[in-house]
T-cell receptor, first 112, second 111 residues
Framework: DAMVIQNPRYQVTQFGKPVTLSCSQT?????MYWYQQKSSQAPKLLFH???????NEADTPDNFQSRRPNTSFCFLDIRSPGLGDAAMYLC???????????FGPGTRLTVT | AQSVTQPDIHITVSEGASLELRCNYS??????LFWYVQSPGQGLQLLLK??????LVQGIKGFEAEFKRSQSSFNLRKPSVHWSDAAEYFC?????????FGAGTTVTVRA
């Protein structure tokens, strides 16, 4: 089945220690997104890629970076995680703009 | 700017009873509208979407939603709730590459 896969599902990192979250998709979609969802809140868009074009949301902290080496994979790098970065990180894809976004299961990040 | 309001933070419903979740949006043009469901610790699953055409849209798991332009609403309904419907429900409005989500409604199903 075509799908969006996120690894790992649970990640524990130490305060200030860089961490990378992974997302892959078999849908062959052009657009990939990263969202941050804190407890009991709505998902918040961090950035997205349209093909290789990177689009950062204005209020996304510089601490968050992303890479998309090919169509299938996209990575979220948190350079120096703080306690406030503990959240669920959701990856999503869409074929083009204006069509539904399909979400992966998420990675739950804990910062100790 | 686009925005979504879900007035109900939490709804409790008996199994077998009907369910309606409210969603109001603010958007400058005809929006794309979505309902997603999220079970605890899981990602978001698309229930249904509205782009254009028939204002009553059918989704998965027996859900439907009605787009009412005059009321800027896109309410989600299910005639008979099952215990497995207990989850958080998010309404979203989108265009281009951006989805804006409402704050979500948590649905509890009692036996």
């Amino acid at each position: 089945d075509a799908m969006v896969i996120q690894n790992p599902r649970y990640q524990v990192t130490q305060f200030g220690k860089p961490v990378t979250l992974s997302c892959s998709q078999t849908l062959n979609h052009n657009v990939m997104y990263w969202y941050q969802q804190k407890s009991s809140q709505a998902p918040k868009l961090l950035f997205h890629y349209y093909d290789k074009d990177f689009n950062n949301e204005a209020d996304t902290p510089d601490n968050f970076q992303s890479r998309r080496p090919n169509t299938s994979f996209c990575f979220l790098d948190i350079r120096s995680p703080g306690l406030g970065d503990a959240a669920m990180y959701l990856c999503a894809t869409s074929r083009e703009s204006g069509v539904p976004q399909y979400f992966g299961p998420g990675t739950r990040l804990t910062v100790t | 700017a686009q925005s979504v309001t879900q007035p109900d933070i939490h709804i409790t419903v008996s199994e077998g009873a009907s369910l309606e979740l409210r969603c109001n949006y603010s958007y400058g043009a005809t929006p794309y509208l979505f309902w997603y469901v999220q079970s605890p610790g899981q990602g978001l699953q698309l229930l249904l979407k509205y782009f254009s055409g028939d204002t009553l849209v059918q989704g998965i798991k027996g859900f439907e939603a009605e787009f009412k332009r005059s009321q800027s609403s896109f309410n989600l309904r299910k005639p008979s709730v099952h215990w497995s419907d207990a989850a958080e429900y998010f309404c979203a409005v989108g265009n281009d590459y951006k989805l804006s989500f409402g704050a979500g409604t948590t649905v509890t199903v009692r036996a």
